[in-house]
């Protein structure tokens, strides 16, 4: 805490003192308002360019703060308010933007609000400056959504994490065709259920919306409407280059033809996988999109973005000019997605690859046809598989008809030499992402450890993500003895103990960013403490014990790491 009893003013110069409102506001630390009257009288003085980028608490009346309205003026660029559950608060807040002339500096406005069925309703005013709204967390009902774009000059839209939304296409054309400025409209919520309030009436057809480019709907449950429900809302948007849905059934090429300039599609099953990969979602991804459109390669087999999962790649094999490829392949979908994948070698920069197996030929075809070599990211998601060993991998004898039920990853370290060996040899990977389930059981200790030894010696393994029924601490400090590239590692296992030379380790790591530790066993105090002591970075710890009596060395570790450390047991 600064205090006037050691006044920096005197002894820092102006840019120091501008690093340290810069590095506040970055770290998202508002508080640095709460200090002396002298360090207050100082914000104003820096406002203009410390303060370009807000991020408020919206459950606080910041209409009693003067330190912080006095940095409110048209330099601010971009607002993100967390959690308003009070409408009338966020009515004020927003008074107070009118007030302090952010009309015109203000590009993007983000509001993270509370579950609350008593605030239904937001601010009924044309805040026309307001361009970019994402409400997380929101009880929304449809006729708030409709209200949002009927009022204010909305180009980005996103309504993510919800539990209340409409669930028929009228709602979306009702969206889309009230709103003409309307650029991006992203829905994603748990659960569908009925608007409590009438949807408006559609507008004439012929009212086209020609500024929307990215729609997206993602609902986790129950089964969405066929593709052919969303041909009116689709024919509204002819200048779509981005569309995502989750939905129940196949996809259905025809849409290619309701959007004939779509150049980045997601089309997603019921279940989405673990790893799951959004098309871009803020502001300033969406506007790079928007720059990077081409306009010379519209419709069929000119998209540059596609992601398919748990569907038949059949209905896609003329596409040729992919850039990024999201697939989840199994045995019987290998042969399609090894054509999919020739096709577009020398286009492909960004592969996301779910595996059913140990699939040998399709790891096969990245290494011959150059796309590993090529790829700036790559992830490679490996989960068990169903299939025989004799037929989902080459690599075992075809005669061998009597091993039926042999365990089908027998392949596993042939894959993993390879993979470290063609990596290797590569010269424009930046980031490199491996999920693992359940592939390790199969092989004793000293393999396991041989394994992961390779994988540590990937380069550029950037995030790792592991699941196993057991695992032995030393698999993996051999991990991470070799992984030094390492910013995001995730570990779930129902029998684990996390020793001391395990967490010392991990403390060695240059550039760990985030640990999730999900197990059922032991965690070493000592080695909690030394962690906690060491990095700065989020830490989540699940279900472990420590192996001394009580939590004490969790709440250690809380007070050293604040809000980057939390413990579940």
């Given at each position: 805490?600064?205090?006037?009893?050691?006044?920096?003013?005197?002894?820092?110069?102006?840019?120091?003192?501008?690093?340290?409102?810069?590095?506040?506001?970055?770290?998202?630390?508002?508080?640095?308002?709460?200090?002396?009257?002298?360090?207050?009288?100082?914000?104003?003085?820096?406002?203009?360019?410390?303060?370009?980028?807000?991020?408020?608490?919206?459950?606080?009346?910041?209409?009693?703060?003067?330190?912080?309205?006095?940095?409110?003026?048209?330099?601010?660029?971009?607002?993100?308010?967390?959690?308003?559950?009070?409408?009338?608060?966020?009515?004020?807040?927003?008074?107070?933007?009118?007030?302090?002339?952010?009309?015109?500096?203000?590009?993007?406005?983000?509001?993270?609000?509370?579950?609350?069925?008593?605030?239904?309703?937001?601010?009924?005013?044309?805040?026309?400056?307001?361009?970019?709204?994402?409400?997380?967390?929101?009880?929304?009902?449809?006729?708030?959504?409709?209200?949002?774009?009927?009022?204010?000059?909305?180009?980005?839209?996103?309504?993510?994490?919800?539990?209340?939304?409409?669930?028929?296409?009228?709602?979306?054309?009702?969206?889309?065709?009230?709103?003409?400025?309307?650029?991006?409209?992203?829905?994603?919520?748990?659960?569908?259920?009925?608007?409590?309030?009438?949807?408006?009436?559609?507008?004439?057809?012929?009212?086209?919306?020609?500024?929307?480019?990215?729609?997206?709907?993602?609902?986790?449950?129950?089964?969405?409407?066929?593709?052919?429900?969303?041909?009116?809302?689709?024919?509204?948007?002819?200048?779509?280059?981005?569309?995502?849905?989750?939905?129940?059934?196949?996809?259905?090429?025809?849409i290619f033809a309701w959007c004939p300039k779509l150049q980045h599609l997601r089309w997603v099953g019921r279940q989405?996988?673990?790893?799951?990969?959004?098309?871009?979602?803020?502001?300033?991804?969406?506007?790079?999109?928007?720059?990077?459109?081409?306009?010379?390669?519209?419709?069929?087999?000119?998209?540059?973005?596609?992601?398919?999962?748990?569907?038949?790649?059949?209905?896609?094999?003329?596409?040729?000019?992919?850039?990024?490829?999201?697939?989840?392949?199994?045995?019987?979908?290998?042969?399609?997605?090894?054509?999919?994948?020739?096709?577009?070698?020398?286009?492909?920069?960004?592969?996301?690859?779910?595996?059913?197996?140990?699939?040998?030929?399709?790891?096969?075809?990245?290494?011959?046809?150059?796309?590993?070599q090529r790829l700036v990211l790559f992830v490679l998601f490996i989960r068990p598989s169903f299939f025989s060993s004799?037929?989902?991998?080459?690599?075992?004898?075809?005669?061998?008809?009597?091993?039926?039920?042999?365990?089908?990853?027998?392949?596993?370290?042939?894959?993993?030499?390879?993979?470290?060996?063609?990596?290797?040899?590569?010269?424009?990977?930046?980031?490199?992402?491996?999920?693992?389930?359940?592939?390790?059981?199969?092989?004793?200790?000293?393999?396991?450890?041989?394994?992961?030894?390779?994988?540590?010696?990937?380069?550029?393994?950037?995030?790792?993500?592991?699941?196993?029924?057991?695992?032995?601490?030393?698999?993996?400090?051999?991990?991470?003895?070799?992984?030094?590239?390492?910013?995001?590692?995730?570990?779930?296992?129902?029998?684990?103990?996390?020793?001391?030379?395990?967490?010392?380790?991990?403390?060695?790591?240059?550039?760990?960013?985030?640990?999730?530790?999900?197990?059922?066993?032991?965690?070493?105090?000592?080695?909690?403490?030394?962690?906690?002591?060491?990095?700065?970075?989020?830490?989540?710890?699940?279900?472990?014990?420590?192996?001394?009596?009580?939590?004490?060395?969790?709440?250690?570790?809380?007070?050293?790491?604040?809000?980057?450390?939390?413990?579940?047991?």
């Amino acid at each position: 805490m600064l205090t006037k009893r050691r006044d920096f003013t005197r002894v820092l110069t102006t840019d120091e003192i501008n690093g340290i409102f810069s590095y506040l506001t970055q770290h998202d630390c508002m508080t640095c308002m709460q200090v002396s009257q002298r360090w207050r009288s100082l914000v104003p003085q820096y406002a203009e360019t410390t303060f370009s980028d807000l991020r408020l608490d919206g459950r606080k009346d910041y209409r009693r703060h003067q330190s912080m309205i006095a940095c409110l003026g048209p330099h601010v660029k971009s607002l993100v308010v967390d959690g308003c559950p009070d409408a009338d608060a966020l009515y004020g807040l927003m008074e107070l933007l009118r007030e302090r002339d952010c009309q015109e500096g203000i590009e993007s406005l983000g509001k993270d609000k509370d579950k609350d069925e008593d605030n239904d309703r937001g601010a009924k005013e044309d805040f026309s400056f307001i361009l970019f709204i994402e409400l997380y967390k929101c009880y929304v009902p449809g006729d708030l959504a409709l209200y949002l774009c009927h009022w204010t000059r909305l180009k980005y839209l996103t309504l993510s994490q919800m539990t209340h939304i409409i669930d028929t296409e009228a709602f979306y054309l009702s969206l889309i065709t009230r709103c003409s400025s309307l650029t991006s409209f992203q829905l994603q919520c748990d659960f569908m259920m009925m608007c409590d309030t009438p949807v408006e009436a559609v507008p004439d057809a012929a009212a086209m919306n020609l500024n929307t480019r990215h729609l997206s709907w993602n609902v986790f449950g129950g089964e969405l409407e066929q593709p052919n429900d969303f041909e009116p809302l689709l024919l509204q948007c002819p200048n779509l280059i981005s569309l995502e849905g989750w939905l129940a059934t196949d996809f259905d090429p025809k849409i290619f033809a309701w959007c004939p300039k779509l150049q980045h599609l997601r089309w997603v099953g019921r279940q989405p996988n673990r790893h799951y990969y959004q098309l871009p979602r803020n502001d300033q991804e969406l506007q790079a999109l928007d720059v990077n459109v081409d306009d010379h390669h519209e419709g069929v087999g000119h998209l540059k973005g596609l992601s398919m999962q748990h569907y038949h790649l059949s209905t896609l094999e003329d596409q040729h000019h992919l850039r990024y490829l999201e697939l989840d392949v199994n045995q019987e979908q290998q042969s399609y997605a090894i054509q999919l994948l020739e096709r577009n070698a020398t286009t492909l920069q960004s592969l996301l690859l779910e595996i059913d197996g140990i699939l040998l030929p399709i790891m096969a075809c990245l290494y011959d046809s150059g796309i590993i070599q090529r790829l700036v990211l790559f992830v490679l998601f490996i989960r068990p598989s169903f299939f025989s060993s004799s037929s989902s991998s080459s690599s075992i004898d075809d005669d061998d008809d009597d091993d039926d039920d042999a365990p089908t990853n027998a392949a596993l370290p042939d894959l993993i030499h390879g993979l470290q060996k063609k990596v290797s040899q590569s010269t424009s990977l930046e980031w490199m992402a491996l999920d693992l389930l359940d592939v390790f059981g199969d092989f004793d200790l000293e393999e396991q450890k041989r394994m992961l030894s390779m994988i540590g010696c990937i380069p550029h393994l950037k995030s790792i993500d592991i699941e196993e029924d057991t695992l032995d601490p030393q698999v993996l400090l051999a991990l991470f003895q070799h992984a030094m590239a390492l910013q995001h590692v995730v570990v779930r296992c129902n029998h684990l103990n996390v020793t001391y030379e395990v967490l010392e380790v991990l403390a060695r790591l240059p550039n760990i960013k985030r640990l999730h530790l999900h197990a059922a066993g032991s965690i070493s105090a000592k080695g909690v403490r030394h962690l906690a002591s060491k990095k700065d970075m989020t830490w989540i710890v699940e279900l472990l014990e420590s192996d001394e009596q009580g939590h004490a060395c969790f709440d250690d570790a809380k007070e050293i790491m604040k809000d980057r450390f939390s413990y579940h047991g």
